[in-house]
């Protein structure tokens, strides 16, 4: 079964920029939806953006919408998030995970229908 990984996080400034990666082994990426949600202290899971396994569907949260960019490599058999303009409230743990592709287009965001968690990473943002 698919194992994914996070990593990329760090401590960046306000306006600054990171790049995340969410590296799969076990199985191909490929052949699931990935997304990627946020948990800040005390608030539930997020929903930040999502890719179908053929690429073809991409969603995005409005709140990241414009700022960030979810990019899948077949190849390296990853999926990035490119999270530019950071902001003080995008302090949480990062997490990927993968899904079914039927799930996608009205469940994206939605952290229950992912059964293929990595462990987090963590993103800090000073301002």
């Known amino acids: 079964q698919l194992q994914v990984a996070e990593s990329g996080g760090g401590l960046v400034h306000s306006g600054e920029s990171l790049r995340l990666s969410c590296d799969g082994s076990?199985?191909?990426?490929?052949?699931?939806?990935i997304g990627w949600f946020r948990q800040a202290p005390g608030k539930e899971r997020e929903g930040l953006a999502c890719?179908?396994?053929?690429?073809?569907?991409?969603k995005y949260s409005d709140s990241v919408k414009g700022r960030f960019t979810i990019v899948r490599d077949v190849a390296k058999n990853a999926v990035s998030l490119e999270m530019s303009n950071l902001r003080s409230e995008a302090t949480a743990v990062y997490y990927c995970?993968?899904?079914?592709?039927?799930?996608?287009?009205?469940?994206?965001?939605?952290?229950?229908?992912?059964?293929?968690w990595g462990q987090g990473t963590q993103v800090t943002v000073s301002s």
């Open positions: 995970g993968a899904a079914l592709d039927k799930v996608i287009e009205w469940q994206g965001l939605d952290a229950r229908q992912y059964v293929f």
């Open positions: 076990g199985s191909r990426a490929d052949l699931y939806a």
């Open positions: 890719i179908s396994s053929n690429d073809r569907i991409i």
